[in-house]
T-cell receptor, first 116, second 111 residues
């Protein structure tokens, strides 16, 4: 079946502009996660959705970052007033929360964001 | 705060060699541990997941072990091939379902 998809694959934006990154999880996966991979920080957790609610937003680096999930499926990560330090690869993952391999996360290909 | 360390940071081996990648974590209160592979410019591919109650998992030439009490995991790759060249990431799942990642081991298998 189809895996996790993300769009766009690459995004170049000017400092100060807003950007939206999209994630389509695997069909039927109730949990959705956003991570960021940057040269200086490695892979770090941003936010987790269970259905449409976000029990854990602890990883969002500032109030310029927000995310939503609608219909228990697609999620959008929005970065307002982008800064150069926001440049990174943004990865989305999804998982089931039941079954023998509980909590295994499957990752999308990522969106490479470059802020100039 | 959970910290995950992977050793070595980079490894270069000739084709056919068996090898071991190491992962250690500071807080043993984990739900599971997952090993991933990442190819340049690509996302993460899940290789093996070990639940906290398990000791090891095997898939083909890969075997991963978990010693939760000592905070250690190893990934064993048998008969390495050039196609195994990639970055290998270890991650532990904490309460709240978030993964905490190590910095990775860059593996190069020479033909």
């Amino acid at each position: 079946g189809a895996g996790v998809s993300q769009s766009p694959s690459n995004k170049v934006t000017e400092k100060g502009k807003d950007v939206e990154l999209r994630c389509d999880p695997i069909s039927g996966h109730t949990a959705l996660y956003w991570y960021r991979q940057s040269l200086g920080q490695g892979l770090e957790f941003l936010i987790y959705f269970q259905g449409n609610s976000a029990p854990d937003k602890s990883g969002l680096p500032s109030d310029r970052f927000s995310a939503e999930r609608t219909g228990g499926s697609v999620s959008t990560l929005t970065i307002q007033r982008t800064q150069q330090e926001d440049s990174a690869v943004y990865l989305c993952a999804s998982s089931l929360l039941t079954g023998p391999f509980t909590y295994e996360q499957y990752f999308g290909p990522g969106t490479r964001l470059t802020v100039t | 705060k959970q910290e995950v360390t992977q050793i070595p940071a980079a490894l270069s081996v000739p084709e056919g060699e068996n090898l071991v990648l190491n992962c250690s974590f500071t807080d043993s209160a984990i739900y599971n541990l997952q090993w991933f592979r990442q190819d340049p410019g690509k996302g993460l591919t899940s290789l093996l997941l070990i639940q906290s109650s398990q000791r090891e998992q095997t898939s083909g030439r890969l075997n991963a072990s978990l010693d939760k009490s000592s905070g250690r995991s190893t990934l064993y790759i048998a008969a390495s091939q050039p196609g195994d060249s990639a970055t290998y990431l270890c991650a532990v799942m904490e309460y709240g379902n978030k993964l905490v990642f190590g910095a990775g081991t860059i593996l190069r298998v020479k033909s």
